[in-house]
Structure formats: structure tokens, C-alpha cells
């Protein structure tokens, strides 16, 4: 038993040993080795090692050499981001997202397909697996290795199983094992997770996080959630899902939320939420030179506001209230050092973002509020970057780089 331990203990030392490599090499790359020893804190021999394994799996290369400050020249080394792809896959409501990425996050390729009205889990894995089989034939390039796959879907994902829980459009009569039987028949690690949380964890790999131990992201869609990051790690909890503040009452004679509540944050600043508000203020008499009963969606909308249209600058008002009293809540619980808004809502960013911080100014400790920055997201391609974002995760932890280096 002891023994096994040891290997144990082993092989977690190695996979942690790479990862903080390779994480070292991603991040501040070009970078020699003597520069990562003095980092990491490991022996140069250990990092001769590491980087030896690196290269030749093909994960980093060596490029020009850096100036000598003595001695012989130091080679600098940075990850390879070309030669390896990944598969994402977003699972919605009503549409699928496919796509490809490298490992620089650069979209190679992206396909949306209408979801089949599907009555179990097993129907819709059929047609996921037979679509992705398709997709992958027609786009892999040759000259490039798929390494894994992730996917992201508006429900609740148990990490330690990997298996969805919980999905608003399809009744599930046990957890559903979806990341496992594509890993099993595509023979790629996959990995798994909840969409916002996931978008969360891309914003700081990718986006206005990137500068942050601690951050707050909230999507605003057909939907309302949050992702929560502290100390560079997206934050789950024991029970693998947080960040549901879409669903903190703010009307209590509000309408009925589909979780069964009422006057739900999200039954008041969803897309279909202000949308449907419009059009009761125009069914009402009020009138808008922007805004028509035909044309009331959420872009026509924030056009509107940004045109100075009294009835839409009221009702964006009116959400970013709302919206600052949820937050409020959150900034006094986490205390970020930074709130990201996303969603198409931020195009009449100049109205919401005020009617926001005057809200949070009332409402949230001063101290946390004084130098806590309101941004928009950064982040491209937003229906699959999270879905990146888990196989990122994996790579910079170790799971994924131990398993690529043991193949």
C-alpha cells in the first residue's frame, strides 16, 4: 500500500512540476530556462528535464536566443500554439455550437445547428456525437493533432463526475454522462461545464481579467448568471455550482420565474425580459421615434438609448438599478477587484453603467466599491471561449499536459 502511495505522490509531483513549466512558458514566454528555474524555484536539472519532454511532445519550441549578460547565449522558449487544436462545443437551448480553436485561441472554424426537439439525453447525444464525427472529417486539418474537447451548457455540471445535472430544456431522469462518452468514443480528454462559469474563467485567461486575482463576471442573454473567480481559480464550491444571482428576487409581485419563483433579477433584465417590458410601454401609449412594435428587440432598444430615447433611457435606468442592487450584494460578499458586464445590454453601456453605479454606490460598502472598476467584456467568439477556457484550465493545471506527455 505504501508503495502505491509513493507512485502516487510521484507522478502528482511530475504533473505538478510540468504544469507550473509549461504555465511559466505560456505565460511569459519567450523565456529561457535558467529564467524559469529562478521562478519556479525548481533545479535547473528538473527544468532541463521538464523542457526536454516538452519539446519533444512538440508543446513548446525554441526560438532566437536571448543576449548573454555572460557566458554562453541563453535559448528562449515558447509554447507551440499551431500545431494543436481543440473541439468545442456549446450546448444551448435551442441551437449547438461547433468550432475548432488552437491553442492560441484563434477560431478556425464555427458551425450552428438547430437542436432536434428531443425528448431524452440519449437522442440528444446521437445527434451531437453523429454532427461532431461530421464536423471533425470535414475541418481537421493534417497537419495539426486535436488534443481535447470541451463544452459548455446553460445547466449544472458536477466537476468531479463530469456529468450535467441539470438542463433547463431537457429532463434529465439521472446525470447525464455526456463529457465521458465523447471521451470514450472520440478518444480525447473532455472536459465539461456550466456556460457562464466557464466564460468567467475565459475572461481571465483571455479578456479584462487577465489582471485580476479576484473578479466578478455577469452575463446578461436569455439568462442571467454569474462567474466568480478568487485567486485565479473560477470559483464552485463543494456542491460544483455558485453564481445563480439571476435569481435573487428584486420584485417580490414581479412575474414568475421559470424556476419557479417570483420576481427573479432575471424575469427584469433578461433580453426577452426588457424586450417584453417595451412592448407593454408601447402597447400602453408611450411613444418612441426609435422603437415599434415591429422592431422592439434589444438592439433597437439600446440604439434607442443611445439616440437619448426617453422611453428606453427610463427602462435601462430602470434595469441597471435592479441589476446594481444584485451586485451589490455580491461586491459586499466577494469583494472583487474588478465587475465585468457581457451581453448585447452593454451597447447602451453610457445609461446602464450609471444607473449601475449609482445603485452600488447606495448599496455596497464604500471601501469595496471606491476602486472596483465596471467593465465590458473583452472576450471574442463568446459562445465557445469558454469552452476553450476548460481545456486551457487543464493544460495550465497539469491533467491534460500529463496525459499529452504520457501518450
Known sequence: MRDNHQIANIDFVKQTNSAVVYKLIDQQGPISRIQI??????????????????LARGLIKEVAQ??????????SIIVESKAFHSILVHLGTKQMTLAIMNLSSELLKKEILDLPDCQSAVEMEQFLIAHLARFIEKNQ???????????TVPGFVDVKT?????????????????ANHLAEYFQ????????????????????????????LLLRIHRGVGAGIVINHEIFLGYKNNVGEI????????????LCGNVGCLETVVSNEAIEEKMLGLLEEGYKSKWISLESHDIEAICNAVNKHDIVAVNLIEHVGTQIGRVLAMSVNMFNPEKIVISGEITQAQNVLFSAIHRTLDNLALPAFVKNTPLVVSELQN?????????????????????????E
Open 382 to 406: 463568446e459562445d465557445v471561449i469558454g469552452a476553450f477556457a476548460l481545456i486551457k484550465q487543464a493544460l495550465l493545471d497539469g491533467r491534460l499536459l500529463q496525459h499529452l506527455l504520457s
Open 188 to 215: 480525447l480528454m473532455t472536459f465539461i461545464g456550466h456556460d457562464v462559469r466557464s466564460l468567467a474563467l475565459a475572461e481571465h485567461y483571455f479578456g479584462a481579467t487577465k489582471d485580476c486575482y479576484d473578479s
Open 246 to 257: 439571476g435569481h435573487i428576487q428584486v420584485d417580490p409581485l414581479g412575474k414568475r420565474c
Open 141 to 151: 486539418r493534417k497537419n495539426a493533432a486535436l488534443i481535447a474537447i470541451g463544452i
Open 66 to 75: 536571448q543576449e548573454s549578460t555572460g557566458g554562453r547565449k541563453a535559448t
Open 37 to 54: 528555474s529562478e521562478l519556479s524555484q525548481l533545479a535547473p536539472a528538473s527544468v532541463t528535464k521538464i523542457t526536454r519532454n516538452l
Open 162 to 178: 463530469n456529468c450535467i445535472q441539470y438542463l433547463p430544456h431537457l429532463s434529465l431522469s439521472e446525470p447525464w454522462d455526456l
